[in-house]
């Protein structure tokens, strides 16, 4: 027994997970991204579950090298590109492709040496205005990729989709015109889709989809869960009950005593708090599961702690598992409650807690 905070990864949910992708994608190939340590699931792991991904996406060059150096040889993208000529050369020591989303990258590219020469994807802006090239210039700057010697071709086109996850499809209609646009008459493979564009928008499916989430088995989609889209969760985050304690009407519970017993109860106190990854801004209210129910947080969460009213005449006891996200909670509604996406709550998972892995 520990009162350790455990994150179970399944790797099986994952493999699952790029089953369905794949079902979606249909003839589009698939790169599984898995950025940020694989959105809290463990970057060398995720990529080996994941080997029968086309390929592979990250942020970071330092998280393309981490996987080349532990053996992985399928096909990586740096999504943020490269920043400066030395990051470029590291990138393309390691077969690292690149996303080139501003002109000045060109530069870089023309001054790498060509005896090893690295795939390219130009990102362009096609809305979101974040990373991109301008649409206008997009074409001649695909023409000036293709002739560079240092370049592998042929070079990718790529966008961003800022609104996938809404209900309505024209901002997204929006951003494929856009980029059909600017990438008329290029040659090359064109890839727009997240997660909520390959589950919800088939037609920008285009020739490489690019899931994350929903390979973790979480919904990219407001008030649906991962389970509703055919998907298994992937990590599952579970406390210790440390202790069980009546608590009488009114009792206040916790730092600024935000919650106070309505009437006589039981409180189960939790070994996890934010200090494990749990969202402090989760609210009074917010679901936990314990022993085939579901009960409610009750007052502030602290570091190590979190607080449940377990109800009057609770037989729940000390050393009992609640889940607090997973299978059986869904991360998406702790999220919900908390103001945030289960994006943030499973990278947000720390180092304290102790991993599992199930095969
Ligand atoms: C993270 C990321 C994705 C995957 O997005 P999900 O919403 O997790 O499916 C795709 N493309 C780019 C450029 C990304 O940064």
């Known amino acids: 027994m520990s009162t350790a905070t455990r994150a179970?990864?399944?790797?099986?949910?994952?493999?699952?997970?790029?089953a369905q992708a794949r079902r979606h994608a249909g003839r589009a190939r698939v790169m599984a991204a898995i950025k940020?340590?694989?959105?809290?699931?463990g970057l060398i792991r995720t990529a080996r579950a994941l080997a029968a991904a086309d390929a592979l996406a990250v942020a970071r060059p330092s998280e393309g090298l981490a996987l080349r150096q532990a053996g992985i040889g399928t096909p990586i993208l740096v999504l943020d590109g490269a920043l400066d000529g030395e990051e470029l050369r590291a990138c393309a020591a390691a077969a690292l492709d690149v996303v080139v989303h501003r002109a000045a990258q060109l530069d870089l590219l023309r001054r790498l040496d060509p005896a090893r020469p690295l795939g390219v994807w130009l990102k362009v802006d096609s809305g979101m205005h974040r990373l991109g090239v301008a649409p206008a210039s997009a074409a001649a700057?695909?023409?000036?990729?293709?002739?560079?010697?240092?370049?592998?071709?042929?070079?990718?086109?790529?966008?961003h989709l800022a609104e996938?996850?809404?209900a309505g499809a024209q901002a997204?209609?929006?951003?494929?015109?856009?980029?059909?646009?600017?990438?008329?008459?290029?040659?090359?493979?064109?890839?727009?889709?997240?997660?909520?564009?390959?589950?919800?928008?088939?037609?920008?499916?285009?020739?490489?989809?690019?899931?994350?989430?929903?390979?973790?088995?979480?919904?990219?989609?407001?008030?649906?869960?991962?389970?509703?889209?055919?998907?298994?969760?992937?990590?599952?985050?579970?406390?210790?009950?440390?202790?069980?304690?009546p608590l009488a009407a009114g009792e206040a519970v916790g730092y600024?005593?935000?919650?106070?017993?309505?009437?006589?109860?039981?409180?189960?106190?939790?070994?996890?708090?934010?200090?494990?990854?749990?969202?402090?801004?989760?609210?009074?209210?917010?679901?936990?599961?314990?022993?085939?129910?579901?009960?409610?947080?009750?007052?502030?969460?602290?570091?190590?702690?979190?607080?449940?009213?377990?109800?009057?005449?609770?037989?729940?006891?000390?050393?009992d598992t609640a889940e607090l996200w997973g299978p059986r909670q869904p991360v998406e509604e702790v999220a919900a409650a908390a103001g945030t996406i289960g994006y943030e709550l499973v990278c947000g998972v720390t180092r304290r807690t102790t991993v599992d892995v199930e095969p």
Request: glycine letters at 12%; one cysteine or more; aromatic letters at 6%.
């Open 172 to 245: 997204t209609r929006r951003q494929c015109d856009c980029f059909a646009a600017a990438a008329a008459g290029c040659h090359g493979p064109r890839s727009l889709a997240n997660s909520a564009a390959l589950l919800r928008w088939p037609w920008t499916h285009a020739d490489w989809v690019r899931p994350g989430i929903m390979l973790y088995g979480i919904s990219p989609f407001a008030r649906q869960t991962g389970a509703s889209l055919g998907l298994r969760a992937a990590m599952r985050l579970t406390g210790t009950l440390i202790d069980v304690r």
């Open 164 to 166: 996938a996850d809404a």
């Open 256 to 319: 600024g005593a935000t919650w106070h017993a309505p009437a006589r109860t039981v409180l189960g106190v939790i070994a996890t708090g934010y200090g494990d990854g749990y969202p402090r801004h989760a609210p009074s209210g917010t679901p936990v599961w314990l022993n085939g129910r579901r009960v409610a947080l009750a007052g502030r969460v602290s570091m190590d702690l979190i607080t449940v009213d377990l109800g009057h005449g609770a037989s729940d006891r000390p050393g």
């Open 141 to 159: 700057l695909h023409r000036e990729l293709s002739l560079l010697p240092a370049v592998r071709g042929p070079v990718g086109l790529m966008t």
């Open 36 to 41: 940020a340590d694989a959105y809290g699931h």
């Open 8 to 18: 179970s990864v399944d790797l099986g949910a994952l493999r699952h997970n790029l």
